[in-house]
């Protein structure tokens, strides 16, 4: 199974940009998909998490700019990330629960990475 995640870049401040990962692989099921993100010297931290049912969840500091999404037929999550301030730039990481069979648990699985960078 593998998590590629694409979007980032570099953007001004109050810009816009769209992140996508995509979930390849021997997958049966995914449950939960979300994007976290880290900034030099913290830690990873959540953005926002969609269940499979559509259901989600933000951190406070992005609620009302950030937009997440999923299409369930192409395995892939989204996130539409607007009115973009320097504090968001970091390094974003998708994840997703997924189950390789009807017997498999449900596992964590990270993408590589996609560098966002909020900068006039």
């Known amino acids: 199974v593998q998590l590629q995640a694409s979007g980032g870049g570099l953007v001004q401040p109050g810009g816009s940009l769209r992140l996508s990962c995509a979930a390849s692989?021997?997958?049966?099921?995914?449950?939960?998909m979300g994007w976290y993100r880290q900034a030099p010297g913290k830690q990873r931290e959540l953005v926002a998490v969609?269940?499979?049912?559509?259901?989600?969840t933000y951190a406070d500091s992005v609620k009302g700019r950030f937009t997440i999404s999923r299409d369930n037929a192409k395995n892939t999550v989204y996130v539409q990330m607007s009115s973009l301030k320097p504090e968001d730039t970091a390094v974003y990481y998708c994840?997703?629960?997924?189950?390789?069979?009807?017997?498999?648990?449900?596992?964590?699985?990270w993408g590589q990475g996609t560098q966002v960078t909020v900068s006039s």
């Open positions: 994840n997703a629960a997924i189950s390789t069979s009807a017997s498999a648990s449900y596992r964590g699985y």
């Open positions: 692989g021997s997958i049966f099921s995914i449950n939960a």
């Open positions: 969609v269940t499979r049912g559509g259901s989600t």
